[in-house]
């Protein structure tokens, strides 16, 4: 069973390491962005959103530098409990021996079971809003991704073995992963003549690729008569790039292993004093992996006429041949996906000295809608995802998030989280899922982001 474990270990590995929103206030409500986000937190999400500010800052210049990082953890099964029950050890350094009964759990979780993975650092980000000539916008962001389908045959065969008269597909399962640096270049202005509240914004994103991992192609199937004669058919094909044989990393982020080239697309449209809608697209591209690129080919077209004890068993998986060899290149597509969404104002009027009544927002609601474009690729999913999210502001200090998740990866999710604004710095803190911040240990959903922006150049 050497191969199947190796690949399980692997699938572990890039979930646990491995974007969808790396801002904190877009996380916390409910990961909607499209339409509620503004100036650094709108980099990603949506660029047309870059020149608005905060009801309260009057900043032209937002710089974020070494401080907006977070990870998103979404697993049907696997959390550190998990880990830790079955892939330690006994506790005496010995390899542990699973039991029947711990082996029907492990397959009750992890059978058809979509896992998706990400770690996102924001090296450094920069927002220019000129007084006449719109907004420029700079980031620089390192993410990871990673996703798997274990479909219940897979799961079913990797830990009881074969039965008689018992055919497995294997075709479905998928693992994907992959290891980016991003450089965001942004602009937004108001288009003239068509609506007052109509703004544009578009991003070049130049994009380094670091480690790659896809299954290319998997049509693999295993079946065993009442006579114990075993059969097989169909080929597994894996793609990678800046892994060595052994899957793992040649080096960190500093040796470059793929170019390519990525595009946002945003429109943000004011309804009325109170209502404005969004839209984007983002990461519209490629990268084209050219070092360290290898093709790993697994052929399952064997036939055994003997498996009754078990070192046979486990040979089996070592009969499917592995061949492995070096390609010139190969394409991969970035994780495309589709928002468009809504947000509501909250406006309470204010009697002041200086300049008569005055409308500050105590709130706003927001409705998203996301749609990616493949299962394939780490970073999207065709599972569309809903998304609610509300913040109150009761003064200009401070702001309390939350939100409601359903569909996508994330199946169903209550996100919270909070802002504080200090002078010119603000800092925010959000997870996509609440319920799991109490058991940690147990949680397979999980995420944790922070981001601290500083706002200078006031008028």
Same mark, same amino acid.
């Given at each position: 069973?050497?191969?199947?474990?190796?690949?399980?270990?692997?699938?572990?590995?890039?979930?646990?390491?491995?974007?969808?929103?790396?801002?904190?206030?877009?996380?916390?409500?409910?990961?909607?962005?499209?339409?509620?986000?503004?100036?650094?937190?709108?980099?990603?999400?949506?660029?047309?959103?870059?020149?608005?500010?905060?009801?309260?800052?009057?900043?032209?210049?937002?710089?974020?530098?070494?401080?907006?990082?977070?990870?998103?953890?979404?697993?049907?099964?696997?959390?550190?409990?998990?880990?830790?029950?079955?892939?330690?050890?006994?506790?005496?350094?010995?390899?542990?021996?699973?039991?029947?009964?711990?082996?029907?759990?492990?397959?009750?979780?992890?059978?058809?079971?979509?896992?998706?993975?990400?770690?996102?650092?924001?090296?450094?980000?920069?927002?220019?809003?000129t007084p006449e000539d719109g907004t420029f916008g700079l980031s620089i962001s390192d993410e990871m991704y990673g996703r798997s389908?274990?479909?219940?045959?897979?799961?079913?065969?990797?830990?009881?073995?074969?039965?008689?008269?018992?055919?497995?597909?294997?075709?479905?399962?998928?693992?994907?992963?992959?290891?980016?640096?991003?450089?965001?270049?942004?602009?937004?202005?108001?288009?003239?003549?068509?609506?007052?509240?109509?703004?544009?914004?578009?991003?070049?994103?130049?994009?380094?690729?670091?480690?790659?991992?896809?299954?290319?192609?998997?049509?693999?199937?295993?079946?065993?008569?009442?006579?114990?004669?075993?059969?097989?058919?169909?080929?597994?094909?894996?793609?990678?790039?800046?892994?060595?044989?052994?899957?793992?990393?040649?080096?960190?982020?500093?040796?470059? !292993?793929?170019?390519?080239?990525?595009?946002?697309?945003?429109?943000?449209?004011?309804?009325?004093?109170?209502?404005?809608?969004?839209?984007?697209?983002?990461?519209?591209?490629?990268?084209?992996?050219?070092?360290?690129?290898?093709?790993?080919?697994?052929? !399952?077209?064997?036939?055994?006429?003997?498996?009754?004890?078990?070192?046979?068993?486990?040979?089996?998986?070592?009969?499917?041949?592995?061949?492995?060899?070096?390609?010139?290149?190969?394409?991969?597509?970035?994780?495309?996906?589709?928002?468009?969404?809504?947000?509501?104002?909250?406006?309470?009027?204010?009697?002041?000295?200086?300049?008569?009544?005055?409308?500050?927002?105590?709130?706003?609601?927001?409705?998203?809608?996301?749609?990616?474009?493949?299962?394939?690729?780490?970073?999207?999913?065709?599972?569309?995802?809903?998304?609610?999210?509300?913040?109150?502001?009761?003064?200009?200090?401070?702001?309390?998030?939350?939100?409601?998740?359903?569909?996508?990866?994330?199946?169903?999710?209550?996100?919270?989280? !909070?802002?504080?604004?200090?002078?010119?710095?603000?800092?925010?803190?959000?997870?996509?899922?609440?319920?799991?911040?109490?058991?940690?240990?147990?949680?397979?959903?999980?995420?944790?982001?922070?981001?601290?922006?500083?706002?200078?150049?006031?008028?």
């Amino acid at each position: 069973m050497k191969t199947i474990l190796t690949l399980f270990l692997v699938m572990i590995s890039a979930i646990t390491h491995a974007q969808v929103s790396s801002d904190a206030r877009n996380v916390a409500m409910g990961r909607t962005s499209v339409a509620n986000s503004y100036g650094i937190c709108a980099l990603d999400n949506n660029p047309a959103n870059i020149g608005i500010n905060g009801q309260f800052d009057k900043s032209q210049l937002h710089f974020s530098l070494f401080s907006s990082f977070g990870y998103v953890i979404n697993s049907g099964f696997i959390s550190y409990e998990f880990y830790n029950n079955y892939f330690t050890g006994d506790g005496n350094g010995n390899k542990k021996i699973l039991t029947h009964s711990e082996k029907v759990d492990i397959f009750n979780s992890s059978k058809d079971t979509k896992n998706f993975g990400s770690v996102s650092n924001n090296i450094v980000s920069l927002v220019y809003k000129t007084p006449e000539d719109g907004t420029f916008g700079l980031s620089i962001s390192d993410e990871m991704y990673g996703r798997s389908y274990i479909p219940v045959d897979f799961a079913e065969f990797a830990l009881f073995g074969n039965e008689i008269n018992r055919s497995y597909d294997f075709s479905e399962f998928n693992l994907s992963f992959s290891k980016i640096r991003q450089i965001t270049l942004s602009y937004s202005n108001q288009i003239s003549g068509i609506s007052e509240g109509l703004t544009f914004g578009v991003s070049v994103k130049p994009t380094l690729g670091y480690q790659y991992f896809e299954t290319y192609g998997n049509n693999i199937t295993i079946f065993t008569n009442d006579s114990n004669e075993v059969s097989g058919s169909g080929i597994a094909t894996f793609r990678t790039a800046g892994l060595d044989y052994g899957f793992e990393p040649v080096s960190g982020f500093s040796n470059i !292993a793929g170019f390519g080239i990525g595009f946002d697309l945003g429109l943000n449209l004011k309804l009325n004093d109170r209502i404005n809608a969004g839209f984007s697209i983002t990461d519209i591209g490629w990268v084209r992996w050219n070092k360290n690129t290898m093709q790993s080919r697994y052929d !399952a077209n064997i036939e055994l006429t003997d498996l009754s004890d078990d070192n046979q068993l486990d040979s089996l998986l070592d009969l499917i041949k592995e061949k492995e060899k070096p390609v010139n290149s190969f394409t991969s597509i970035l994780p495309t996906n589709f928002r468009i969404g809504l947000m509501y104002r909250f406006i309470e009027p204010h009697n002041t000295l200086d300049k008569g009544v005055v409308n500050y927002d105590r709130g706003y609601i927001s409705l998203e809608y996301l749609q990616g474009f493949s299962d394939k690729y780490a970073g999207s999913s065709l599972d569309p995802r809903v998304s609610i999210g509300a913040e109150w502001i009761p003064d200009r200090m401070f702001s309390i998030r939350s939100g409601i998740i359903a569909g996508g990866e994330d199946k169903f999710a209550l996100s919270f989280g !909070a802002g504080g604004n200090f002078g010119p710095v603000s800092v925010n803190i959000g997870t996509h899922n609440i319920i799991d911040v109490f058991d940690i240990k147990s949680s397979s959903r999980n995420s944790l982001m922070i981001t601290v922006i500083v706002g200078l150049l006031e008028p």
